[in-house]
C-alpha cells in the first residue's frame, strides 16, 4: 500500500489569534512586539495611558509594567472603565495591572506603587525596559532624566497629554532610526526595469513577441504586456537615434504606438493585454532611480564607514549602495503584477525577475560578507535580513530621532532648529501649532505649581474651582509669552493682523485646557490612544513610517496635525 502524504498542517491557535495583526506586520513582527517591554509611567487621570496599553496588550505585547504612585478615587470611576467601587482606596497600579492581563493571557503585566521620584532614584531602574510611555503632568526634572535616559540607551520615549478635548504626543526616537520594510502602497512598488532590462528579460521580450504581426488572435491576445512594452521600446528607439522616452510628450506618443497596435477585430473589440500595455505606460517608463531620501542613506557617515560595531543596517545599505554605484540602480525586487497572460508565460516572466533577483541578491551578499570580515563585525547579518532590503531598497526610509520639547521650570524654552518652522505654521488654515503651544503653556504651568511641597506633586490649572480665574491668567499669560519667543527665536516677521488673531486664539486654547482642570474626556483618551499605540507598534516592530515627532489632536473639530518640534 502506498505511502499517504503527511496531512496538511492548519494555523496553530497563537496564528488564529493573532491573524489579522499577522498579515498587517507579519512573524518578525509579532515576535519583536513579544519580545518587548513596555514601561507606563502613569499620572494625572491615567486614561490616556491606560487606553494606550491596552492597545499594545490585546496585539501581545511581550511585559508591560505600570508606574503609577496613585490610590483610586470616585473620579477615577467616572472617567476609567477598568476600575469600579471595589477598587477604591487601593493602588491605581496594581488593579489597572490586573486587569489588563485578564485581556490577554500570554501577556506578562507588572506595577511599581512607589512615587515616580524615589523610583526613578534608584540605579538601573529603567533597564529592563524596551519603550518608555510617559503621561503628562510630569515634572520637567523627571521627563529630563527620561529623555537623558532615551539617548544613552536608545529607548524610545513617548509622552503624551490628553486634557479637554484636546490631546498631543511627541516620540523621541534613537538619532538613527531606520526602517526597511515600510510597507508603500502597491502601486509605487512595481519595478520592472523596462528602461533598463538585462539581456535575459530582453530575449524573453524577444521569443513572446516573434512575428508578432502576423500572430494567431488567441496567441496575440495573450502576449504579457511587460513583452509588448519591451517589443515597442525597440521599434521607438530605432526611429529615434536609439533613445527611449524622454518626457511626457514622448511617452504620450509611445504610447499612441502601442494603442495603435492593438487588434480590434476580436468578439470584444480590444485585447486586455494591450490595453494593460497603454495604461503602464506612463508608471512604467521611468528610469530606476533612487529617490532623493535613499541616497541620502547611501551618503550618512554611518554608511559611509563600516565599524566593528556597526549595526547591521549601515553594512547592508553600504552593500547596496556600491551596487548602485556600479551599475546606477538598485537591486532588482524581483516582483511581478498580475497581467493577462497563459499560466505558462507568466510563469516564465515571474522566473526571469526571480533569477535577476536573486543574481542581484547574491553580488550584495557577497559585499556584506566582505565587510564583514574587513571591519571584524562582531555580529553575523543573516541572509533573510539582506533578502528582505534587497527587495525593498527603494524603500528604506531613515528617522533621525530629536528630543521633544521639555518646558524648565526655570528659565525659558529654546525653541531650536525648527523654530522657524512653527512659526510659520501658526499661521496655515486650521493650524494646529497653536493648541501644541498652549500644552507648552500647562506644561510650564505644572511645571511652577505643587500640591504639596513634601509630596512634590505638580497641581494642575483649574483642578480648583476657586483657583479657575487666577490659573486661566497665569496659563494664558506663559502661552503668550512663549508664542513671542517663538516668533523671535525663528525671526519671522508675521503680518500684525495675524498675529492678533493667533495670539486670541492661543488665548482662547489656554482658558480651554484651564477650563477641563486637568480632566480627561473618555472618547479623547481613547481615541489619542489607539493613536499613540498605533506608533509605538510601528517602533517596536520597525515597520511602517512613524510620527516625526509630534502629534496633535483638536477633538472639537476633530483634526489632527504632524509636525517636528
Not at 517 to 529: D, K, P, Q, R, S
Amino acid at each position: 500500500m502506498a505511502d499517504l502524504p503527511p496531512p496538511v498542517q492548519g494555523p496553530t491557535a497563537k496564528e488564529k489569534k493573532y491573524d489579522r495583526q499577522l498579515r498587517l506586520w507579519g512573524a518578525t513582527g509579532q515576535i519583536a512586539l513579544e519580545n518587548s517591554h513596555i514601561l507606563l509611567i502613569n499620572s494625572g487621570p491615567g486614561v490616556v495611558g491606560l487606553e494606550t496599553l491596552k492597545n499594545l496588550v490585546l496585539p501581545g505585547a511581550g511585559n508591560f509594567t505600570i508606574q503609577d504612585s496613585a490610590l483610586v478615587d470616585e473620579a477615577d470611576l467616572g472617567v476609567n472603565f477598568f476600575l469600579e467601587e471595589e477598587h477604591l482606596g487601593g493602588f491605581r497600579a496594581e488593579h489597572t495591572c490586573n486587569l489588563l492581563k485578564e485581556l490577554n493571557p500570554d501577556v506578562q503585566g507588572h506595577f511599581i506603587s512607589e512615587p515616580v521620584e524615589s523610583w526613578l532614584a534608584q540605579p538601573d531602574a529603567l533597564e529592563p525596559y524596551t519603550l518608555i510611555i510617559v503621561t503628562a503632568p510630569i515634572r520637567p526634572g523627571l521627563l529630563t532624566k527620561l529623555a537623558a535616559h532615551a539617548d544613552q540607551a536608545l529607548v524610545p520615549l513617548f509622552y503624551i497629554h490628553s486634557v479637554g478635548f484636546y490631546s498631543h504626543f511627541s516620540i523621541h526616537l534613537p538619532p538613527a532610526f531606520p526602517i526597511v520594510d515600510t510597507h508603500p502602497s502597491p502601486e509605487t512598488t512595481t519595478d520592472l526595469r523596462l528602461l533598463k532590462p538585462w539581456p535575459e528579460l530582453l530575449a524573453y521580450a524577444e521569443e513572446k513577441t516573434e512575428g508578432l504581426e502576423s500572430m494567431a488572435a488567441d496567441d496575440h491576445g495573450h502576449i504579457p504586456y511587460v513583452a509588448i512594452l519591451l517589443h515597442y521600446l525597440e521599434v521607438w528607439k530605432k526611429d529615434n537615434n536609439g533613445q527611449v522616452p524622454q518626457n511626457y510628450k514622448d511617452k504620450t506618443a509611445f504610447r499612441d504606438l502601442v494603442k495603435a497596435a492593438t487588434r480590434t477585430d476580436t468578439p470584444e473589440g480590444g485585447e486586455e493585454n494591450f490595453e494593460e500595455a497603454v495604461s503602464a505606460v506612463l508608471k512604467s517608463l521611468n528610469p530606476p532611480e533612487p529617490s532623493s531620501t535613499v541616497k541620502e542613506i547611501f551618503k550618512s557617515p554611518e554608511c559611509v564607514i563600516i565599524r566593528e560595531n556597526s549595526p547591521p543596517f549601515w553594512v547592508i545599505a553600504h552593500a547596496i549602495g556600491l551596487f548602485y554605484t556600479k551599475y546606477g540602480v538598485l537591486p532588482v525586487p524581483g516582483a511581478v503584477p498580475d497581467m493577462k497572460a497563459r499560466s505558462a508565460d507568466y510563469i516564465q516572466l515571474q522566473n526571469v525577475y526571480k533569477s535577476k533577483a536573486r543574481k542581484d541578491l547574491a553580488e550584495v551578499l557577497e559585499s556584506v560578507r566582505f565587510l564583514e570580515r574587513n571591519a571584524n563585525l562582531s555580529t553575523h547579518i543573516e541572509e533573510k535580513d539582506v533578502e528582505a532590503f534587497c527587495k525593498n531598497a527603494a524603500h528604506i526610509k531613515l528617522v533621525r530621532g530629536r528630543p521633544f520639547h521639555i518646558v524648565p521650570a526655570e528659565g525659558d524654552l529654546k525653541f531650536g532648529t525648527n523654530a522657524k518652522s512653527l512659526a510659520q505654521k501658526l499661521t496655515f488654515p486650521d493650524a494646529l501649532v497653536p493648541i501644541y503651544i498652549a500644552f507648552l503653556a500647562w506644561d510650564k504651568y505644572t511645571a511652577t505649581h505643587t500640591l504639596d511641597d513634601l509630596a512634590r506633586a505638580s497641581k494642575t490649572p483649574g483642578s480648583s474651582d476657586a483657583d479657575v480665574d487666577s490659573d486661566t491668567g497665569k496659563v494664558t499669560s506663559i502661552a503668550l509669552k512663549l508664542v513671542d519667543s517663538l516668533v523671535k527665536e525663528a525671526s519671522y516677521t508675521i503680518d500684525e493682523e495675524e498675529y492678533d488673531t493667533v495670539r486670541a486664539q492661543i488665548a482662547e486654547l489656554a482658558r480651554e485646557l484651564v477650563r477641563a482642570g486637568g480632566g480627561e474626556l473618555h472618547n479623547i483618551a481613547a481615541l489619542t490612544g489607539g493613536m499613540v499605540s498605533q506608533e509605538v507598534i510601528k517602533v517596536i516592530t520597525e515597520q511602517y513610517v512613524p510620527v516625526d515627532n509630534t502629534c496633535v489632536f483638536d477633538g472639537v473639530r476633530s483634526k489632527s496635525s504632524v509636525f517636528k518640534v
